[in-house]
């Protein structure tokens, strides 16, 4: 069974940073492509950055390219992203997910395993 837990959300000031963690455990983690995902209150769940599982290969959203940088540590199980110069549109819930493939992938419906999410607030 795989497990998620994401780490890291809190409160900062427009301009500031966070870095969100998420932790895996199951089966093999170098297997699963990672992404990262947020959903603001009464929209859909959007997608947010995602890494290959082992060529260090990344996508973004246009809305965060340049400023989130997503990476993972294959040793520890974890995948990182890195929210930096941050704004009230950033707030959200912010959920990491798995996908037990090669592919990468930027739709919700292409992933098999989320975590419960970590709550952003950024204040302007």
């Not at 699963?32 to 769940?45: D, H, I, L, S, V």
């Not at 993972?72 to 990182?80: C, G, L, P």
Request: glycine letters at 10%; aromatic letters at 12%; one cysteine or more.
């Amino acid at each position: 069974q795989v497990q998620l837990v994401e780490s890291g959300g809190g409160l900062v000031q427009a301009g500031g940073s966070l870095r969100l963690s998420c932790a895996y455990s199951g089966r093999t983690f170098s297997s699963y492509t990672m992404g990262w995902f947020r959903q603001a209150p009464g929209k859909e769940r959007e997608f947010v950055a995602t890494a290959h599982r082992t060529n260090g290969r990344t996508i973004y959203a246009d809305s965060v390219k340049g400023r989130f940088t997503i990476s993972r540590d294959n040793a520890k199980n974890t995948v990182y992203l890195q929210m930096n110069s941050l704004n009230p549109e950033d707030t959200a819930v912010y959920y990491c997910a798995g996908r037990n493939s090669p592919v990468m992938a930027t739709t919700t419906q292409e992933y098999d395993y989320w975590g419960q999410g970590t709550q952003v607030t950024v204040s302007s």
